[in-house]
């Protein structure tokens, strides 16, 4: 038994659920200095490799973010 459903519950460890809230959180805010706190990552560049961003879009972003 199992099937598709059962594959796909498979496919999600705790590792994907940890990326998937930030990077939503990212394309709905654009909001890089804020995942990179939640993310509790020290370097900005650590979070844009985390996210799968290009350098150029983050660092654009994370000037127009005040802080």
């Not at 594959?7 to 990179?36: D, E, M």
């Not at 350098?55 to 994370?62: E, P």
């Amino acid at each position: 038994m199992g099937g598709p459903r059962r594959a796909r519950q498979l496919a999600y460890g705790t590792h994907s659920l940890r990326r998937t809230k930030p990077a939503q959180i990212y394309k709905k805010t654009g909001n890089l200095r804020a995942v990179q706190l939640l993310l509790g990552h020290t370097k900005l560049e650590s979070t844009v490799r985390y996210l799968g961003i290009e350098v150029d879009d983050a660092l654009r972003i994370s000037e127009q973010v005040e802080l």
